[in-house]
């Protein structure tokens, strides 16, 4: 039978054929169905084709419930659904989307069966997010005509499909299939060949950094995931989400991914291959890195690593009545403001007068913008700026229990300020840094009191954000720690545990991610646009990389990065040249008007 040359015009696809009608096949013959595709369903197991059919009558008559669709509508989408055992269905379809298994050898199976059985000028896609899509082109008759199309879970919800070309797929057919994404309501992204495409090239290099961080019990499952979501605005916590996941799919997409790239954060930490021989492959088997209440089921129960109630911890926390703020830019004063609305008399202190005067007028506009915003009454702003005394001397801190600094993020100036502190501040005093980078017991070794200091990183803006990283070092006192999280508990923020190591949990995680989203756009792999509608239309992200770098400031991202490469020594964590290159030439983000992107001038 004579194939269309690779200039022939494709027609846009109107018979689709799913195979394997699992979770994800069925949600992808969902959305085909409600797009007004006539789709074949095929699976081996009767079973799976009657749950497809199933959850199609449910999802359409809740669409029916909620006035997205009429009941003439649904019946016509349940008409155009069919499913059938063989794969001699597919024989008619325009377009077939493999979604089995994600093993090679049962993909190529499917896929040489379907170039023998599907029409000539069908396009034949596989829904992989690991394999090589090159190969299994290869492996036809028509690999002209053979591309990735990569849904996300749940397929019916998620908007990004990753639409993944060859060297050896046509344009014509590139076109037509991307042409049929659009017209369903997902967005399009063109990618090329590579194991985990985009979105699943950078989470899952994150993923496996969060299973290696909770397997060296530097930081507790329920404080991982707590960091990301209240930290970073993600949808989940990764561990959570790995479990979800499922950890068998994840170890075998990181198995491809360390095979091409050969960066160690990409070979799977040896916890999921751990989980994975046991069985234990998350909600799907009913017990992954959490337990749940049956295989399949959202809801976890407690288990032996559950922690217990935090007014349980060993050490009783000191007593906190008066607060010392040490700094006057956009944290300090933000952590003041903290303090203050929740009671304490605040002491904030700067170098001059001034300057501590001038943070105070801050202070004093952003409650004026809550009272405007109806989050505080007139008389609750009045008695919060009372609260909050400017001083121009660290001597104002002679009476505070609890002195935190947030000044600027250089080893020398804090050691130098800490060395204040350890003169002006009384006995029993706890002193808080909030560095994000800086080794914590270098800042403590500074006083003669290093048991008495501790890491409070709290994130930026402070009013807003929940999350605070208590950072204990090797010398901080019990009692430091739980008094930490005593006042945690009183400003309503979520206190998470870490070592101090370079990163603590959260820019640990974040940056490496960061870093190789950059790797993408120098490796000509991907765009920047295409990189950020992917992480937020497929990873639930509240910002794309390359927005978040630009707010953040590529100089200050930078720096981070050269902080984790020193601790960890990893080749993988080394600063991407391209980020270098764009500090170099003063190309900072939004504050200088050009990172990544380019900003109109304020």
């Known amino acids: 039978m004579d194939r269309p040359s690779l200039d022939s015009p494709v027609p846009p696809p109107s018979v689709v054929a799913v195979i394997g009608l699992g979770t994800m096949g069925t949600g992808i013959a969902e959305v085909l169905t409600r797009g007004g595709h006539e789709v074949i369903g095929v699976d081996l197991s009767d079973a799976a084709a009657r749950r497809a059919v199933a959850e199609l009558e449910r999802s359409t008559a809740r669409a029916v419930e909620r006035g997205r669709m009429t009941g003439a509508e649904r019946d016509d989408a349940l008409a155009r ?52 899509v090159t190969r299994l082109a290869a492996e036809t008759a028509r690999p002209d005509r ?20 060859t060297v050896l797929t046509s344009p014509e057919a590139t076109a037509a299939v991307t042409a049929l994404v659009r017209d369903l309501g997902k967005e399009p992204v063109p990618v090329g060949d590579r194991p985990g495409f985009i979105a699943d090239g950078l989470l899952f290099g994150y993923l496996n950094q969060a ?11 329920e404080d991982i995931d707590a960091a990301m979501r209240l930290g970073c605005g993600l949808p ?15 170890t075998t997409v990181l198995e491809a991914m360390y095979e091409a790239s050969r960066d160690r954060l990409h070979a799977p ?16 088997a009913g017990r992954g890195f959490y337990t749940y209440d049956a295989p399949g089921s959202p809801v976890v129960l407690p288990d032996g690593e559950t922690p217990g109630d935090p007014g349980t911890r060993a050490a009783e926390g000191r007593t906190v009545r008066r607060v010392g703020v040490a700094g006057s830019g956009t944290m300090a004063t933000g952590i003041a403001e903290v303090f203050a609305k929740a009671g304490f008399p605040v002491a904030l202190a700067a170098r001059t007068p001034e300057k501590a005067e001038l943070a105070v007028a801050r202070l004093a506009a952003s409650l004026d913008r809550s009272v405007a915003r109806g989050r505080l009454t007139p008389e609750q702003r009045d008695e919060a700026v009372s609260r909050v005394t400017p001083a121009g001397s660290y001597d104002a801190f002679a009476d505070a229990d609890l002195v935190v600094e947030a000044v600027a993020e250089d080893l020398f100036v804090k050691q130098q300020l800490f060395r204040t502190l350890d003169k002006v501040c009384k006995p029993g005093a706890v002193l808080a840094t909030t560095t994000s980078s800086l080794p914590v017991v270098a800042i403590a070794r500074a006083t003669g009191r290093p048991q008495d200091v501790v890491g409070a990183h709290f994130f930026n803006p402070a009013p807003a954000m929940k999350l605070v990283e208590v950072v204990r070092t090797v010398l901080t006192a019990p009692d430091v720690l739980a008094t930490v999280h005593q006042v945690c508990g009183t400003l309503r923020k979520h206190p998470v545990d870490c070592g101090d190591r370079a990163g603590f949990i959260v820019n640990a ?4 991610y960061l ?88």
Request: aromatic share 6%.
């Open 515 to 602: 870093n190789n989203a950059v790797k993408m756009v120098q490796d000509h792999y991907a765009t920047v646009d295409a990189i950020d509608a992917a992480m937020k239309l497929g990873g639930g992200y509240p910002m794309g990389p390359f927005e978040l770098l630009d707010v953040v400031g590529l100089d200050v991202s930078l720096a981070i990065e050269q902080v984790l490469h020193e601790e960890f020594r990893d080749p993988g964590l080394a600063p991407a040249p391209l980020l270098e290159h764009l500090v170099s030439a003063g190309c900072l983000g939004r504050k200088t008007g050009r990172g990544f992107r380019e900003y109109a001038a304020r």
């Open 269 to 284: 930490a040896p916890v999921l291959k751990q989980l994975t021989a046991a069985g234990l492959l998350g909600r799907k």
């Open 146 to 165: 053979v591309l990735g199309l990569h849904f996300f879970a749940p397929a019916p919800a998620m908007k990004l499909v990753e639409v993944v070309s």
């Open 81 to 132: 659904f069919r499913t059938f055992g063989d794969l001699q269905a597919a024989a008619d379809a325009d377009l077939v989307i493999e979604v089995v298994d994600e093993r090679y050898d049962t993909k190529r199976e499917v896929i040489t069966a379907l170039d023998r059985i599907a029409k000539p000028g069908a396009i034949l896609a596989t829904g992989t997010n690991a394999l090589s």
């Open 509 to 512: 995680l974040l940056f490496p």
């Open 236 to 250: 989940m916590g990764p561990l959570a989400l790995l479990d979800l996941i499922g950890i068998d799919t994840a």
């Open 211 to 221: 299973a290696a961080m909770y397997e060296a019990r530097y930081a507790t499952r």
